[in-house]
C-alpha cells in the first residue's frame, strides 16, 4: 500500500490550494480517510477526516468554512481543498487511512490510521 500526498507549495495569505492524496494498493472506498498536518515543533493533528460512507466529514474548528474534504470514487483519490490560508496553516499535510468500523463516523484519532502518505509542505506567507 502507498499514499501519495501532493499539491502544496507556497501561497500568500488568503490564497488557495487543493491537495491530492492518491494510492495503489487500497481503494479509498473501502477506508474513512484523514488529512493530517504538522508544523515545526508540534504534534501532529487531525486537520479533516472523512467517513468509510463518505457521508460524514470531520473539520478541526480552525479549518470549518475555509477547508473541504472530498473522495473522487473513479479516481481513487482524496481531495482537501484549502482556502482562505493563514500564516497559521503553514505545516506539512499527511494524507492517512483508516479501517473506519463505524462507516459513518470519521476517525479524529491519529492512533486509528494504518496507512500514511510521506506528506506535502504548505507554507502560507504573510
Known amino acids: 500500500v502507498q499514499l501519495q500526498a501532493s499539491g502544496g507549495g507556497l501561497v500568500q495569505t488568503g490564497g488557495s490550494l487543493r491537495l491530492s492524496c492518491s494510492a495503489s494498493?487500497?481503494?479509498?472506498?473501502?477506508?474513512?480517510v484523514g488529512w493530517f498536518r504538522q508544523a515545526p515543533g508540534k504534534e501532529r493533528e487531525v486537520v479533516a477526516a472523512l467517513s468509510r460512507r463518505g457521508d460524514f466529514t470531520y473539520l478541526v474548528d480552525s479549518v470549518k468554512g475555509r477547508f473541504t474534504i472530498s473522495r473522487s470514487t473513479a479516481k481513487n483519490t482524496v481531495y482537501l481543498q484549502m482556502n482562505s490560508l493563514r500564516p497559521e496553516d503553514t505545516a506539512v499535510y499527511y494524507c492517512?487511512?483508516?479501517?473506519?468500523?463505524?462507516?459513518?463516523?470519521?476517525?479524529?484519532?491519529?492512533?486509528?490510521?494504518?496507512?500514511w502518505g510521506q506528506g506535502t509542505q504548505v507554507t502560507v506567507s504573510s
Open positions: 492517512a487511512t483508516a479501517r473506519g468500523d463505524n462507516v459513518h463516523i470519521p476517525a479524529r484519532d491519529l492512533n486509528e490510521y494504518d496507512y
Open positions: 494498493g487500497l481503494t479509498f472506498r473501502d477506508y474513512a
